[in-house]
Nanobody, 117 residues
């Protein structure tokens, strides 16, 4: 598995942008899937976006067209560019890594994103 550390969260006004980073403890080149989840107060954790080893991406309908997931192999980092932020995007954002050879996924500690109206 892999140790993940998120950064880049903060407080932003509606309509603003933030970029989250997820630094992995080793190469991410051969990890099947990496992604971002979020959990708002009182709600279940939900999938936001994923990027597969082959490069294909997935986005939840709620963020499609506003968020972009990307990766930098040289920096062992996955990013989530969040644009046109809305108050309903407020949540703790978690980085996730999953591979078919692992017994369980790896998770970061989370980073808080707060969008004010």
């Amino acid at each position: 598995q892999v140790h993940l550390v998120e950064s880049g969260g903060g407080l932003v006004q509606a309509g603003g942008s933030l970029r989250l980073s997820c630094l992995a403890s080793r190469t991410i080149f051969n990890i099947n899937t990496m992604g971002w989840y979020r959990q708002a107060p009182g709600k279940q954790r939900e999938l936001v976006a994923t990027i597969a080893s082959g490069g294909s991406t997935y986005y939840a309908d709620s963020v499609k067209g506003r968020f972009i997931i990307s990766r930098d192999y040289a920096k062992n980092t996955v990013y989530l560019q969040m644009n046109s932020l809305k108050p309903e995007d407020t949540a703790v954002y978690y980085c996730n890594a999953g591979d078919k050879s692992w017994s369980s996924d790896s998770w970061g500690q989370g980073t808080q994103v707060t969008v004010s109206s």
